[in-house]
């Protein structure tokens, strides 16, 4: 294998120092902007009110086989969670649904895992080594997402207790920040 030198080092006029003098400030005076806005730059809500009158068809079997549909948890909260092992930021945001599901223990409240196609023991595997007691439903076909519309993993619906889709959260979200559980409780109300 055969290096290749690194290249050599451009010779600065005169001129170089203050124009990299000026990107410097302009670049401290951008992130000084940004510090001092604080929450004027916060990002804008990342529940999307959903529009579509009724949800959309979901029957999915669980690990152990056993069916499930959305009619079947009329009367509760639903976090419905598209989702898949390989994807880092749908593990990542699992940690917080356990804390949001914790926090919420005894309300009408249910979390489904809708798996994106994987097979049953590699889902399976993975619901055994992270301790995940979250129902787990499988879509072997990926028909769920299609009907949902789901394009990023993770994405999340939030489901009032009429069985009505309310809100849409595309990617991963903490679901134990402030917003995410004050919106869940006034589904809750």
Same mark, same amino acid.
């Given at each position: ?9 451009p010779r600065h006029s005169r001129t170089a ?8 400030? +302009?670049?401290?005076? $951008?992130?000084?902007?940004? *510090? ?11 529940? /999307? ?8 068809? +979901? #029957? ?9 549909? +959305? ?20 593990? #990542?945001?699992? $940690?917080?649904?356990? #804390? ?9 409240? $249910?979390?489904? /895992? ?7 023991? =590699? ?8 301790? *995940?007691?979250?129902?787990? /439903? +499988? ?7 299609? #009907?949902?519309?789901?394009?990023? /993993? ?10 009505? $889709? =309310?809100?849409?959260? %595309?990617?991963? %979200? ?16």
């Amino acid at each position: 294998m055969t290096r290749v030198p690194p290249p050599a080092e451009p010779r600065h006029s005169r001129t170089a120092p203050p124009a990299r003098f000026a990107v410097t400030m +302009l670049g401290g005076v $951008v992130c000084a902007a940004s *510090l001092l806005m604080g929450e004027g730059w916060a990002e804008p809500s990342r529940f /999307l009110p959903w529009k579509d009158p009724a949800a959309p068809h +979901l #029957a999915l079997d669980d690990l152990g086989g056993r069916a499930h549909t +959305l009619a079947d948890y009329r009367g509760s909260v639903v976090l419905l969670n598209f989702w898949a092992t390989w994807c880092e930021p749908c593990r #990542a945001e699992m $940690v917080s649904m356990r #804390a949001l599901q914790q926090r919420l223990a005894g309300r009408p409240f $249910v979390i489904l /895992l809708v798996n994106y196609g994987e097979a049953r023991t =590699r889902v399976s595997e993975f619901a055994k080594r992270e301790s *995940l007691e979250l129902p787990i /439903l +499988l879509d072997p076909n990926q028909d769920a997402p299609r #009907a949902w519309r789901v394009r990023v /993993l993770p994405s999340s619906f939030l489901l009032g207790p009429d069985g009505h $889709v =309310r809100y849409g959260v %595309i990617g991963e %979200i903490d679901w134990v920040s402030a917003e995410a559980v004050r919106i869940v409780q006034e589904l809750l109300r």
